[in-house]
């Protein structure tokens, strides 16, 4: 049986409302589109540190694109606390040796998986090093992207370096639908594919794939 994950952050909100403390929540960032509603949602509970980790994105130049737009979607947002956008080191070589062998698998296999245990380890590892009261992700929020999957990499993750996880499915309560139009609303940059070599790959072998069927509709 899945899990209900949003019931389970409603529930630890909760329980954050009646302490009457602002925990520090070190929020593992994807891109600026998903991360504009999780901001808007959470910024009344926690002061986040806003952590752009994601050695998957190629080229650099679209790595540094993405990270450009967190920063101005932080400086543009209302919020009730403090964000603070800590870009993380483009470390390509890291995401090819996690995915070794894995090159060719569909996307959303074990190379994703792969992935996603890199890049909540690295935020994993610094909120401990920042005396995070809590850590978590925006990449839930995506429709394409295993919310059990990564609330369990989550958990496994807060036993190891004792920091709590914030349980969440962001795309829940249409939080996807939301973040689309705070994207319209602040102008954002939106990708067209995961961020990896290999998501691109599949994003032009569907492309072309189109061109020519189209071609042959004409013919």
């Known amino acids: 049986m899945k899990q209900n994950y949003q019931l389970e952050l409603e529930r630890e909100l ?12 070190l929020l593992h960032s994807c891109c600026a589109p ?13 002061d986040i540190d806003l952590f752009f980790y994601n050695p998957n994105i190629a080229p650099r130049e679209e790595f ?8 101005r979607l932080a400086a543009s947002l209302p919020h009730e606390g403090r964000f603070e956008v800590i870009p ?6 890291a995401f090819m040796a996690a995915c ?44 394409l992207k295993n919310a059990q999957l990564l ?8 036993a190891q370096f004792g920091v709590p996880w914030l349980y969440s499915d962001f795309k829940k309560k249409n939080g996807y639908k939301r973040s689309c139009e705070l ?26 794939a189109q061109v020519k069927k189209e071609e042959n509709q004409h013919k």
């Open 14 to 25: 909760a329980r954050i409302e009646a302490s009457g403390v602002r925990p520090r929540l």
């Open 34 to 46: 998903c991360s504009s509603y999780v901001l808007e949602y959470l910024n009344h509970w926690f």
């Open 64 to 71: 540094d694109r993405r990270v450009a737009e967190l920063v």
């Open 88 to 93: 993380g080191p483009y470390e390509a070589e």
């Open 100 to 143: 070794k062998g894995h090159e060719d698998d569909p996307e959303g296999g074990a190379r994703c998986e792969r992935c996603f245990r890199l890049r909540l380890g690295k935020a994993a590892r610094l909120a401990a090093e920042r005396g995070s009261d809590y850590f978590a992700t925006t990449l839930t929020i995506s429709p």
């Open 151 to 158: 609330n369990g990499i989550g958990g496994e993750l807060a």
């Open 183 to 208: 994207s319209a609303l602040y102008g954002l940059y939106r990708q067209d594919y995961c961020g990896c070599v290999f998501s691109r790959r599949e994003r032009d072998a569907r492309a072309a």
